[in-house]
């Protein structure tokens, strides 16, 4: 089993969409979450860090429960810029290097 | 600017070459990590480096991957007799207080 599991992909949706994206992690340790877009033939970039009480940026809302292991990222009112990979991430525990532990992506195409 | 310079971003080798991606930390961090991406995939941890020391090694790192960071800031990721199964995007990423800086990666197409 993957440490960092994401919905299978592509979405296909049309402009205006509302789109939901899934993530499970297994290190119950883990304490930092994140959520990343990667552009094709480019580096992750940070779309936006995950917390226990959920954020919000813009169109973007990101939800973390912890007793389930989940975290979710939903795009409203979708863009044609929003087309990306978009990547859940987990942060290793600082015992155990801290690293990044990064789910397959789950690629997203918007359409006119 | 990412924080990371990687060099070189783009290398072609043949199968059994050897090959050599650099990671510039633009300022002074501990935490100096690698990653591989292979297409369809997120980032796989290779490495990291707690200032020159290398702390922890994935199973992926086989004996033909080598990494250096000899003075604490830059770091060399080797990969001797390349093979096809090789040919990755190769990021490095740095650790500040409250950010990580990704380098644009350096890709590796092995022929």
């Known amino acids: 089993r993957k440490e960092v599991e994401q919905d299978p992909g592509p979405f296909n949706v049309p402009e205006g969409a509302t789109v939901a994206f899934n993530c499970t992690y297994s290190?119950?340790?883990?304490?930092?979450f994140f959520w990343y877009r990667q552009d094709c033939r480019k580096e992750p970039k940070l779309l936006m860090s995950?917390?226990?009480s959920g954020n919000e940026d813009g169109r973007f809302t990101a939800q973390l429960n912890r007793a389930s292991q989940y975290i979710s990222l939903l795009i409203r009112d979708s863009k044609l810029s929003d087309s990306a990979t978009y990547l859940c991430?987990?942060?290793?525990?600082?015992?155990?290097?801290?690293?990044?532990?990064f789910g397959q992506g789950t690629e997203l195409s918007v359409k006119p | 600017d990412t924080g990371v310079s990687q060099n070189p971003r783009h290398k072609i080798t043949k199968r059994g070459q050897n090959v050599t991606f650099r990671c510039d930390p633009i300022?002074?961090?501990?935490?100096l990590y690698w990653y591989r991406q292979t297409l369809g995939q997120g980032p796989e941890f290779l490495t990291y480096?707690?200032?020159?020391?290398?702390?922890?090694k994935s199973r992926l790192l086989s004996d033909r991957f080598s990494a250096e960071r000899p003075k604490g800031s830059f770091s060399t990721l080797e990969i001797q007799r390349t093979e096809q199964g090789d040919s990755a995007m190769y990021l490095c990423?740095?650790?500040?207080?409250?950010?990580?800086?990704f380098g644009e990666g350096s890709w590796l197409t092995v022929v």
């Open positions: 991430v987990v942060r290793a525990p600082p015992g155990q290097g801290g690293k990044l532990i």
């Open positions: 290190n119950s340790a883990s304490q930092s």
């Open positions: 995950v917390y226990s």
């Open positions: 300022s002074e961090h501990n935490r």
């Open positions: 480096f707690q200032n020159e020391a290398q702390l922890e």
């Open positions: 990423t740095i650790r500040g207080e409250n950010t990580i800086y």
